[in-house]
C-alpha cells in the first residue's frame, strides 16, 4: 500500500540554522509533492509544490527537493526563526481524483 | 489567495445531539470539497468527498450515515455529525481544490468536543 513517512519525533533547531526535514514514500511513484505548514489548532497551509522532473524549487527562506530515486523530499528552512515553529507535512497525490495521501508530519522547534 | 472559511470553530455537545459544520469558499466555487479529521500528533484522514450537485464518496470506514455531507452550492458543504458520541470528539477541517487542481486550501478547522 502507499504510505508515507515523516519523523514523528520534534526536530529542536537553534535560531538562525538551517532546519532540514524528511518526507519518504514507498510503493508509489507522484507526479508532485507537496509540503504544507499546519499551526496547533489550524488548518494546514500550503508551502510548496515540487513536480517529478524537478529536482529543486526555492520560495524565500523555503527549498525543496524531491528524489524520485530515493523516493524522498527534503525541507529545508534556511536562517531559521522561532515563527517558523510548527509542524510540516508532506503529502503526494494519490491515483485518483484529486486527493492526498498524507504524511503524520514532523513538529519544528526553533529555540531564540 | 483562496480563503475556505469553517464554522463554528469550536463545538461542544451532548452525546446523541447531531452537530453541523459548515465550510464555505469566501473567493472562489468548488466543485469538490474534502472533509478530514485529525486527532492529536496524527496525520490528517480523509473521511470524505464533497460533490457539488451529486452525492458524497466516502473513504472506507467512514459511515455516511453518521456523517452527512450536503454540498449545497457552488461555494458551501455542510458536514453532519448525527447522533454525536465522545469518540467522535475530534478536529474536523475542510479543504478546496486550487484552480489547477493540485493544492488544496483548507479551512481553520473546527473542534469537536462530544461530553
Known amino acids: 500500500s502507499q504510505k508515507i513517512e515523516q519523523n514523528s519525533e520534534a526536530l529542536n533547531i537553534q535560531e538562525g540554522k538551517t532546519a532540514t526535514l524528511t518526507c519518504n514514500y514507498t510503493?508509489?511513484?507522484?507526479?508532485?509533492l507537496q509540503w504544507y505548514r499546519q499551526d496547533p489548532g489550524r488548518g494546514p497551509v500550503f508551502l510548496l509544490l515540487?513536480?517529478?522532473n524537478e529536482k529543486e524549487k526555492r520560495k524565500e527562506r523555503l527549498k525543496v527537493t524531491f528524489d524520485t530515486t530515493l523516493k524522498q523530499s527534503l525541507f529545508h528552512i534556511t536562517a531559521s526563526q522561532p515563527a517558523d515553529s510548527a509542524t510540516y507535512l508532506c503529502?503526494?497525490?494519490?491515483?485518483?481524483?484529486?486527493?492526498?495521501?498524507w504524511g503524520a508530519g514532523t513538529k519544528l522547534i526553533i529555540k531564540p | 489567495g483562496a480563503v475556505v472559511s469553517q464554522h463554528p470553530s469550536r463545538v461542544i455537545c451532548k452525546s446523541g445531539t447531531s452537530v453541523k459544520i459548515e465550510c464555505r469558499s469566501l473567493?472562489?466555487?468548488?466543485?469538490?470539497m474534502f472533509w478530514y479529521r485529525q486527532f492529536p500528533k496524527q496525520s490528517l484522514m480523509l473521511m470524505a468527498t464533497?460533490?457539488?450537485?451529486?452525492?458524497?464518496?466516502?473513504e472506507q470506514g467512514v459511515e455516511k450515515d453518521k456523517f452527512l455531507i450536503n454540498h449545497a452550492s457552488l461555494t458551501l458543504s455542510t458536514l453532519t455529525v448525527t447522533s454525536a458520541h465522545p469518540e467522535d470528539s475530534s478536529f474536523y477541517i475542510c479543504?478546496?481544490?486550487?484552480?489547477?487542481?493540485?493544492?488544496?486550501?483548507f479551512g481553520p478547522g473546527t473542534r469537536l468536543l462530544v461530553l
Open positions: 479543504s478546496a481544490p486550487g484552480q489547477a487542481q493540485e493544492t488544496q486550501y
Open positions: 473567493d472562489f466555487q468548488a466543485t469538490t
Open positions: 464533497s460533490n457539488e450537485g451529486s452525492k458524497a464518496t466516502y
Open positions: 510503493n508509489y511513484s507522484p507526479a508532485y
Open positions: 515540487i513536480r517529478e
Open positions: 503529502a503526494l497525490r494519490s491515483d485518483s481524483n484529486y486527493q492526498l495521501i
